[in-house]
């Protein structure tokens, strides 16, 4: 089974080509922003991080810097630098650089302020543009596909058809030799001892009890009922009642294959198959993790009707809900409410994400993609600013 | 055969409308392959759950099988199933300790 993609240097293959340009702080985001919207081709990572945190946190912005650069669907990368930051530019070049695309540098306060800073990147991204611009798709296994499964304002649907949909589809691909990760800690609570009777061992499945436990406690350590955050207000309008509820339909695009390894936040997983990362539920932390893990592909399942996309990644929208998909069609793919007016059945429906989802890498653009709703990033940080 | 509610496991005691329902409608209350009868005692919204059964206080609510909750009041079969009449065991940093 192949999809047509971009096979890199170092042998990983994207689904998308475009030259990322991307903030290593939060003071660089107005020239990467400007530098973006002068050349086609360009996808900017923008975020709120980079300074005034603790070691801990500056080291995850380095590594998600150092992901979301190496990610396959970028042919090349420029990083825009305000020059004082803490984050280590030299450091994450260099990383970035290892897998075998350009990468650029613009240092504002070197070279004298933000207007001269966009007029040197945008000549730069021009010309890397256009080097991108020669590469072709080829046939690729799908077995090179990383999809990243997500959640997003869901309601009662979402487990009924979406969801578990989704689980049937990332099977699919788990089976043809591919690699799923599952995010989404905060919505484990309650579904926990189901997920780790899916790990391939014991081992595996005390460290996702652990992962669970720890995004608890921290929640709980602000002393209040977590209900209004999680579920969300949208999602108790929907009819979700308790997070508990919210995670069992949650885990069930996750599928049935077995989860082979946990993970930190944003890193590449090391093994194909299901695999968890450590992340909260929220749109711009979650789908910034995947891409920085080495996601090519993310399928986003809905209730309520998320649009949010991903600037480099396609993200492919699945709602089960029927008056979203008429509300709603500006931003959803797929629409599985039959499954719930039992009219298809779930394997029918998950078939047809999986067919959807080659189609997106092979070239279809998403909804996200079209709209140009896909402004939703930033990096999860888990200490204070300081 | 087209249902207006769904029961995902047996053991379950909330089910959810997959319509909106009125009040002392009588709907079709499908579970797997079988569907029966069932009167709600008021408006079920699109997506709300309502109990199928008499829950008493304090009782563990159950959906797919799992404990979603448990009731913070009696809820009479055909009552709408929600935040006012169950509460959340997880992520109570309100409670002060950790309860499962």
């Known amino acids: ?386 | 055969m087209p249902i207006d509610a769904i029961i995902i496991k047996e053991q379950d005691n909330v089910a959810t409308a997959l319509r909106n329902i009125q009040p002392n409608e009588e709907i079709t209350l499908g579970m797997g392959d079988e569907a029966k009868p069932f009167v709600v005692q008021e408006f079920i919204s699109y997506g709300h759950k309502f109990s199928v059964k008499d829950i008493a206080l304090g009782e563990n609510i159950l959906k797919y099988g799992e404990v979603i909750g448990r009731a913070t009041q009696e809820i009479p079969a055909g009552a709408h199933a929600h935040i006012h009449n169950i509460e959340s065991l997880r992520g109570r940093g309100d409670l002060g300790t950790r309860e499962s």
């Open chain 1, 1 to 386: 089974m192949e999809f047509n993609g971009y096979r890199r240097s170092n042998g990983i293959v994207g689904t998308r080509n475009y030259v990322g340009i991307l903030s290593i702080v939060v003071c660089a985001n107005e020239v990467t922003d400007a530098i973006s919207r002068q050349v086609q081709g360009a996808a900017p990572f923008m975020h709120q991080q980079g300074c005034c945190q603790t070691p801990v946190d500056i080291k995850r912005v380095n590594e998600t810097l150092i992901g979301l650069g190496s990610n396959p669907n970028l042919a090349s990368v420029l990083l825009v630098s305000l020059g004082c930051e803490s984050t280590d530019l030299n450091d994450v070049a260099k990383a970035i650089s290892k897998t075998g695309k350009r990468v650029e540098t613009v240092v504002i306060q070197d070279v004298g302020g933000g207007t001269r800073s966009i007029a040197a990147g945008v000549l730069l991204v021009q010309d890397m543009v256009q080097e991108a611009s020669n590469i072709k798709r080829v046939p690729c296994p799908v077995s090179e596909l990383v999809l990243g499964l997500k959640c997003g304002s869901s309601d009662t649907t979402s487990g009924l058809a979406p969801n578990p949909a989704l689980g049937i589809a990332s099977d699919l691909l788990i089976e043809a030799g591919g690699t799923s990760i599952l995010g989404e800690v905060t919505e484990f609570i309650g579904a926990e001892h189901l997920l780790a009777q899916h790990a391939k061992d014991p081992q595996i499945g005390q460290e996702i009890i652990g992962l669970v436990k720890r995004m608890e406690d921290r929640a709980k350590s602000v002393g209040a009922d977590i209900r209004g955050g999680q579920p969300t207000g949208g999602n108790i309008k929907g009819g979700l009642t308790t997070i508990e509820e919210k995670s069992l339909g949650a885990i069930a695009k996750a599928g049935n294959a077995p989860i082979q390894a946990v993970y930190e936040y944003g890193v590449v997983p090391r093994v194909k198959g299901l695999v968890v990362m450590d992340s909260p539920g929220r749109e711009p932390e979650i789908l910034t993790g995947l891409a920085a893990a080495g996601c090519n592909v993310i399928a986003f399942t809905t209730g309520r009707g998320a649009p949010q996309g991903f600037p480099f990644v396609p993200v492919v929208k699945i709602t089960g809900n029927r008056v979203t998909w008429n509300k709603l069609r500006d931003h959803m793919d797929v629409d599985v409410s039959a499954v719930i007016e039992g009219k298809e059945s779930l394997p029918e429906a998950g078939k047809r994400i999986f067919r959807e989802m080659l189609a997106v890498c092979s070239g279809r653009l998403t909804k996200a993609e079209i709209s140009g709703y896909n402004k939703a990033m930033d990096i999860y940080m888990v200490g204070p600013v300081i």
